[in-house]
């Protein structure tokens, strides 16, 4: 799909039929979203600039995303997609920045670009020429991805209540090990947002950094892109204060497993110890033996139950002296 922002009259996006050969006049923004190769064609027959395939966005090393070429900024950052759709991805953007235009080229639905789209129409300043509309679409992707770290901070600070702000039974807290699992895989949920969103901070602020030192003094848009690199950096701290938390009570949580799990074999251990003496003496005046002097006694079998009663119950208090219960 090729969409254009032109200043006819006030700030509007137009959906562009690349087959009828004409580009909106005046327009500051175009947007390739998962172009066709007629659409590719299209936009670099009527700007003059090659637009980078796919393949050459997905490219990891810096001189293939960050470069010059023919009087244009190119510029190709990963972005993080789905955080609050519990859906996390990453996806390459290119961002094409000429004196006339700001070209967009993307294989993903963003939702920070229909923002942007949205605001322009609202405030045609935000898109008065290619520069400024860079500015304020890398503005508003950075608050999207601050939306989404908050959201990953929110979930975890679920999680901590959850895990260790539990309700009294019995007079202990307690939780089931099912309940604990889903504490994991919501933990690693929150992981895995959490490491897209800081792999997209980190291209940002890399794509941040050469714009400051490649575009134009004459665009006026320094102080923007410095305000944005500061940005990012703080976002970049937040969730690395995030990934340790997460560590933390991933830690806990496996630790809080292994007592539960422990409480309940001690339950069975402390059973068998019980019934242990008991068995015993069963076991003893099971044998049948000629002489035993409890055989031919009236009280031996009350004395046998007395005998495996008080064995099974004298335990009990040693236990709970010995701090064992």
């Known amino acids: 799909m090729l969409r254009a922002i032109t200043p006819a009259g006030d700030m509007n996006v137009i959906t562009v039929d690349a087959a009828a050969g004409v580009l909106p006049a005046g327009a500051i923004w175009i947007d390739l979203y998962n172009p066709s190769a007629e659409e590719e064609a299209f936009v670099e027959a009527v700007t003059g600039i090659a637009v980078p395939s796919e393949e050459e966005m997905d490219e990891i090393e810096t001189s293939s995303r960050l470069y010059e070429e023919n009087g244009a900024i190119y510029m190709t950052a990963t972005l993080a997609t789905g955080i609050l759709r519990a859906n996390p991805e990453n996806h390459a953007v290119s961002f094409i920045l000429t004196p006339a235009h700001l070209i967009t080229v993307r294989h993903a639905e ?4 229909e923002r942007f789209a949205a605001h322009v129409e609202r405030t045609p300043l935000l898109c008065e ?3 400024m509309a860079l500015v304020h679409l890398l503005d508003a992707v950075v608050d999207r991805l601050a939306d989404g770290i908050e959201h990953v901070g929110r979930e975890v600070d679920a999680v901590s ?6 309700a009294r039974v019995g007079g202990q807290q307690r939780v089931s090990n099912l309940a604990l699992q889903s504490l994991l895989i919501r933990l690693g949920h929150a992981q895995d947002a959490l490491s897209k969103a800081r792999h997209a901070a980190v291209s940002l602020n890399r794509a941040l950094g050469y714009l400051i030192f490649a575009a134009p003094k004459s665009t006026g848009i320094q102080p923007h892109v410095k ?4 940005d990012i950096a703080s976002l970049s701290d937040h969730s690395s204060y995030l990934s340790g938390n997460i560590t933390f009570l991933l830690d806990a949580a496996l630790g809080l497993i292994s007592i539960e799990q422990n409480a309940v074999l001690k339950i069975f251990s402390v059973g068998a110890i019980v019934f242990m003496p008991p068995t015993l003496i069963a076991g003893i005046y099971g044998m049948n033996f000629a002489i035993m002097p409890e055989l031919g006694w ?7 139950l007395a005998l495996m009663l008080a064995s099974a119950i004298l335990p009990y208090p040693v236990f709970r002296w010995r701090g064992w219960l």
Do not use: D, E, M
């Open 227 to 230: 305000s944005l690199s500061r």
């Open 298 to 304: 009236k009280l031996g079998y009350p004395w046998a």
């Open 110 to 113: 963003i939702q920070s670009f």
């Open 129 to 131: 020429n290619s520069g």
């Open 161 to 166: 209540r959850q895990a260790f702000r539990r």
